[in-house]
């Protein structure tokens, strides 16, 4: 009877169909190799976790070594000694780097507001208007992202020298606006796509004004990612090195700035309390920006 390829089941015969363990390999085996083959895939991404942290945290653990290293050479794979003076160096009200980090932050506020100024109104219009050629205005804020910014900024800095803006605030100022509105303009235009045509038609149905159903309704929806576009021109302003470098040096003297000189100085201490300082922004803004920016407004980005 086993011949046949029948066997015994519940009522009468049934047909043993040959699997992979009948076909030649025992069933102990095929158990083995699954286990063998979890095992691989289980360490596969151990490893390659493990390589992602390396490479996300491997060079955060060297500049914190570097910010707490009084003395430092080779053959050492380590710090000969330790200390705090090179933060007490950096904070000193006296030093460089406080004047900077204040400079910066300023550049980076006054940033905010000229391209605030830009893109509300660019990004409503975008947004709610049937503009002409909208989607070349959309790609025309793109083109400071396009090109290489060397060869960008090198003629805007011979530009602004015919104007009076090299080595001054409002030049550089200019410079990182110009450079963040990629930013500001797509994300406040996407805000204000995502808000309810129906709650502004309500509104005008009741007799509030434009303008007044715009202050009242429109912008207190598209807020959050208009927060979220400003956050982004801050952050993009304060670790703005480039244009700051052709349209600002000697007489401007930012955070990134510093961080380089002391770079090329040797002064590695120096500069890895200063990159410290500018991730901390960064990281803080982040988590605001996960907050404000919504699904239903990262669908519109671009539309």
């Known amino acids: ?15 043993k169909r040959p699997g992979r363990a009948d076909a030649g390999r025992p069933p102990a085996a095929s ?21 992602f942290a390396f490479l996300l945290f491997g060079p955060l653990a060297n500049l914190v070594l570097w910010s707490v290293a009084e003395r430092w050479y080779a053959p050492f794979k380590l710090p000969v000694s330790y200390g705090l003076k090179y933060w007490e160096v950096v904070f000193r009200p006296t030093g460089d780097a406080m ?24 990004g409503y219009a975008l947004a ?19 090109f290489p910014s060397v060869a960008i900024y090198i003629n805007v800095a011979r530009v602004f020298y015919g104007l009076g803006l090299t080595g001054t605030i409002p030049g550089v100022v200019l ?17 204000f796509a995502a808000v309810d045509r129906d709650l502004e038609l309500a509104a005008r149905n009741i007799g509030a004004s434009p303008l007044r159903t715009f202050f009242t309704i429109t912008l207190p929806l598209a ?5 979220a576009s400003a956050i982004f021109v801050f952050l993009e ?11 600002g040096v000697p007489q401007v003297t930012t955070l990134p700035l510093l961080l380089y000189n002391a770079s090329m100085g040797g002064n590695y201490q120096i500069a890895s309390i200063t990159a410290l300082i500018l991730l901390v922004p960064s990281v803080l803004f982040m988590i605001v920006i996960e907050r404000f920016l919504k699904a239903d407004v990262l669908s519109k980005v671009g539309q």
């Open 128 to 146: 709610r208007l049937r503009l002409p050629w909208r989607t070349a205005l959309m790609i025309l804020f793109l083109l400071p992202q396009a």
């Open 237 to 247: 302003s304060l670790d703005e090195f480039t244009g700051t470098f052709f349209v």
């Open 175 to 191: 410079v990182h606006a110009a450079h963040g509105l990629v930013y500001s303009v797509w994300i406040a235009a996407a805000a």
């Open 223 to 227: 807020a959050p990612g208009i927060m």
């Open 1 to 15: 009877m086993s011949g046949t390829g029948l066997s015994p089941a519940a009522g009468g015969y049934s047909e």
């Open 99 to 122: 004047a900077s980090l204040a400079t910066s932050v300023g550049i980076a506020c006054l940033t905010v507001v000229v391209a605030l100024a830009v893109s509300v109104p660019a």
């Open 31 to 51: 158990k083995a190799a699954a286990g063998v083959w979890a095992l691989g895939s289980t360490l596969l991404k151990v490893v390659a976790l493990a390589l």
